[in-house]
């Protein structure tokens, strides 16, 4: 059989009718596509029995026109291999184009586009998010997940997919899948749910955005904890919500202070188990505080269970949820931290008269989760991966948690404060007065050390000097070397 070449064609129109011959049609539509950059130097293009067969016309115009590009420099051939866009295009070739194209990318700022459209800051890496290593956050130990009996299960759903799963599914996500959540959710989380209530979703993320959209209005109040989770904040300004920073202790959100300052609150967005990023676990009086305020307000609680699986001291704390005999909470949970980010699966526990709504507005965002992973997962749950891979890291992170500790009692001794070291993959030192953490982390960053400042993490105007510090990817062993790097990144500027 003829090998079928990989070479895309790129979109050329050919008018029959029109008084432009055919082969100046192609000519001209190569010329401009190379000319605006939308074909690369070197890159193939199709034979011209392709191109004449895609466009239903016959080779001879074809030829012409791929003459014409050869005598002009625009195409190149090399023998046995096909023909391509010339490879060394002078600039001055395409200088008077390229440049209308840059004033039109420099315009393109000035331009129209929706109001809330406006409403983020434009998206920037900052440079502690730039790098993988020592203390970045969020970052799993990546090296032991347990890759050949994931790629196993991988290889056994690629082989012979049934035609459901590669069609669409429905808007919740895979029925196998949901079940298997549910009974991880009602045994280690102490959730109630059955799987009717369950969503999968591209992670917690996409789980903020749906349940903001179905429960909060343009202006809706909705408090959040300060300091808190930046990317809630994002999802409720996004929605033109008026945001009320509520403050947090040890204890957790201040629920008294909450119904000081809004009592009318649509709803709470707290992560009760491990609050982010200061770590206090929601005390018990609290949480009945926080559910009576809204049953009595009819407002919604948003618990973000992110990272509950991993606590060292004592039992993981049971879900909030779980609490809740009115049906006020919703519950997101993810597998982000559990497996790792880029799988981009969370869920969400719905209240069951909310099913409705939710699955409305999520089918009209981008109709359902994407099959292959789920089916993937499932099987990593039901054959005992996943609670075993649970259990192995949360030794691990506890030796990582506990050699960070101790190193930077070792290298600081009183002058850093630690705070929430009790649970998950990542604590928090507070700084001493006059040093401005922004400044220090973009230090730091070019010195490939990633400490995410602790102040961006506060709405309002008295932030906390501070970092969070993962300690999920380091190895206990290599935890004296990255807080000896910290050490002396703080030491030479004199102030610690
Ligand atoms: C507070 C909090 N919630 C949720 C997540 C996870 O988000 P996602 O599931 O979108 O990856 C994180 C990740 O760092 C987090 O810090």
New binding site residues.
């Given amino acids: 059989m003829r090998k079928v070449p990989s070479t895309l064609s790129p979109v050329i129109a050919v008018d029959r009718k029109a008084a432009k011959p055919l082969h100046k049609q192609i000519y001209d539509a190569y010329r401009d596509k190379i000319v605006g950059r939308n074909l690369d130097a070197g890159q193939q293009i199709p034979s011209s029995r392709a191109l004449a067969v895609e466009l239903g016309i016959s080779r001879i115009p074809v030829l012409t026109a791929y003459a014409q590009l050869l005598a002009e420099g625009y195409f190149e051939t090399r023998t046995g291999a096909g023909t391509f866009v010339c490879s060394s295009l002078p600039d001055q070739f395409t200088s008077s184009e390229r440049n209308s194209i840059r004033s039109a990318d420099i315009c393109s700022g000035a331009r129209p586009v929706a109001r809330r459209a406006l409403l983020l800051p434009r998206y920037e890496r900052l440079p502690w998010f730039r790098g993988l290593g020592a203390f970045s956050?969020?970052q799993p130990a990546f090296d032991q997940f347990p890759f050949q009996t994931w790629s196993r299960i991988v290889a056994r759903h690629s082989r012979n997919p049934h035609a459901s799963e590669l069609h669409y599914g429905g808007p919740l996500g895979s029925e196998q899948l949901r079940e298997a959540i549910c009974t991880y959710l009602r045994t280690a989380r102490a959730v109630r749910c059955d799987s009717s209530q369950v969503m999968i979703v591209t992670?917690?993320?996409?789980a903020l955005e749906i349940t903001t959209r179905v429960l909060l209005d343009t202006r809706s109040p909705a408090w959040v904890e300060e300091p808190g989770?930046w990317?809630?904040r994002q999802v409720l300004t996004a929605a033109s919500c008026r945001l009320v920073p509520i403050p947090v202790d040890k204890e957790g959100l201040d629920v008294a202070d909450g119904i000081k300052r809004c009592r009318k609150a649509k709803a709470a967005f707290v992560?009760p188990s491990h609050q982010?990023p200061l770590g206090a676990t929601m005390s018990a009086s609290r949480r009945l505080q926080l559910l009576d305020w809204a049953q009595s307000s009819g407002s919604w609680i948003i618990e973000?269970d992110?990272?509950s699986e991993y606590r060292f001291g004592s039992m993981p704390i049971a879900s909030l949820q779980g609490l809740d005999h009115n049906s006020c909470v919703i519950y997101i949970g993810?597998f982000?931290?559990t497996l790792f980010?880029s799988l981009?699966i969370?869920y969400v526990v719905i209240p069951k008269d909310l099913v409705d709504r939710f699955v409305a507005v999520r089918h009209a965002m981008d109709i359902g989760p994407p099959h292959f992973f789920q089916t993937v997962l499932t099987d990593f749950m039901n054959e005992g991966h996943f609670a075993r891979h649970i259990r192995r890291m949360r030794l691990l992170y506890a030796q990582r948690r506990t050699a960070l500790v101790d190193s930077l009692k070792k290298e600081f001794g009183s002058a850093l404060g630690i705070l929430g070291a009790e649970a998950g993959m990542h604590l928090v030192v507070t700084l001493p007065r006059g040093l401005r953490d922004q400044q220090v982390a973009e230090h730091a960053a070019r010195e490939k050390l990633w400490l995410w400042p602790l102040s961006p993490a506060y709405l309002g105007n008295r932030p906390r000097q501070g970092f969070i510090l993962g300690f999920g990817s380091t190895p206990a062993a290599a935890m004296p070397q990255a807080v000896r790097h910290l050490r002396n990144l703080l030491g030479p500027q004199g102030r610690l």
Avoid: E, H
């Fill in positions: 956050v969020s992670g917690s993320q996409q989770y990317l809630t992560a982010y973000d992110y990272d993810t982000s931290k980010p981009r969370g």
